[in-house]
DNA sequence: TAATAATTTTAGGTTAAGCTAAATATTTAA
DNA sequence: TTAAATATTTAGCTTAACCTAAAATTATTA
């Protein structure tokens, strides 16, 4: 197995641990990876026989300790990546996922740490999720989804858990970014949106699903 | 053919055009990507189905206006990433070839236009090889080997014609880098050796060897 | 120019990574 | 608690990119 694809199969394992602990199950790799389900299960028996997945047949996998140091290593790329698009290069962040995907795969560990250096070891990528350093640990961001804020509060806008360009797209045109100090000032108890004030200026409604997106702390 | 894969090829014939215009043997391009002669035969048919090259059996080959076409964008994109690798990260010259490989099968034209903005549009690499512009123009630089220059003059060095680690660790070693000045005191008669001094400074003697493979004007 | 050497191609094989269709196992729901 | 639905695995195929060994072609040299 190529390690360009073992990295993307390890990754998505990881993505998916995250979502549900129980382990990603075959299906939901398929999805993620654009393969079938038949080919997910022959990825998983390599991975398997490579040391670097738990795999026993219909059940979930997980990540050995191996594994997940490949996982993580290739997230630190990857985001790593993402930041130089934006900061060095000027990319929006709803462009930037596609070539991170495939800079990540790039493996020389020295490349990455002067990377890392040059960009000035960032703990959080464009679209604010952590940046695991070196050793794989990721710095702590207790965020909360907005939809979890009480009426009154303000609080700063950390990260989001959507990635599609239509959701950043439409985040840009609202003029919410990371660091925007959004303000609850009310909750439509019909349809559980909400109505938001920006920096103090711009006031608009969210819906829940949009609000249910957005982190913040 | 994977793009990754096919565009190695095309570089490769790209390159061994520019020693012999006849084109590039089965055996050249073997050498170079390191497998077998029956394995570039192979490449040899398919690029030439897909109207990359001029294929006729037992003849060497030549790219078609599209295949150059591809040669040339990765010969610029491989010496971007160079450039990049040099300049911002502060890697030295003898260690940039091996990640430029992988770097320059990045594919996304936006990527590669704002990475050459990013770096000041560079018109040679750190080893003094030119990048093509978008269009795939290069820079004319009508450089000689210092061989070629008689007793007296005082010229620049502008390129190498090898790209070694170990010829460029030498020239390190020596203060041989570009753009230094060197003059010609000497030419040994018994073997061709130079006796130079570098930049009014240090003198010692080259080898024909060494000479023949620094370019200058 | 004929024999020898070198190069290139062909034939046949392997491995990785994908696919579809069918078989099997697990989960859900009547 | 069985039947139906869903998920996973197996079996068998395909394609790309490599390989070795043998055959064919071209180039060199005696
Ligand atoms: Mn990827
Ligand atoms: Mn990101
Ligand atoms: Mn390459
Ligand atoms: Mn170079």
């Known amino acids: 197995m190529s390690s360009h694809i ?4 390890l990754k998505a394992i990881y993505k998916q641990t995250e979502r549900n ?3 990603a199950y075959t299906n939901d790799i398929a999805n993620e990876l ?23 047949k219909y059940k979930a996998v997980t990540l050995t300790d191996q594994g997940r140091a490949v996982a993580v290593k290739t997230i630190r790329k990857h985001r790593l990546w993402e930041v130089f698009l934006v900061e060095k290069l000027g990319f929006k ?9 495939e ?18 070891n960032p703990e959080f990528d464009p679209h604010g999720d952590p940046i695991p350093d070196k050793n794989g640990k990721f710095a702590q961001n207790k965020s909360v989804k907005l939809t979890a804020i009480n009426i009154g509060k303000t609080v700063a806008m950390t990260g989001i858990e ?43 409604y ?7 997106n957005i982190l913040c702390k």
Chains 1, 2 share one sequence.
Do not use: C
């Open 162 to 204: 959507n990635h599609t360009p239509s959701f950043l797209q439409h985040l840009d045109k609202l003029g919410l970014k990371l660091g925007a100090e959004i303000t609850i000032k009310d909750v439509v108890e019909f349809d559980q949106s909400i109505l938001v004030s920006v920096n103090n200026k711009k006031e608009f």
């Open 103 to 120: 800079l990540e795969h790039v493996n020389f560990e020295e490349l990455t740490e002067r990377l890392a250096k040059f960009l000035g």
């Open 6 to 9: 073992e990295e993307n199969y």
């Open 34 to 56: 654009n393969v079938k389900a038949a080919t997910v299960t022959e990825a998983f028996k390599k991975l398997g026989d490579k040391g670097l997945i738990f795999y026993e």
């Open 21 to 23: 602990k129980d382990g």
């Open 206 to 212: 969210l819906s829940q699903e949009i609000a249910n």
């Open 93 to 101: 962040w709803d462009e930037i996922h596609p070539m991170a995907e």
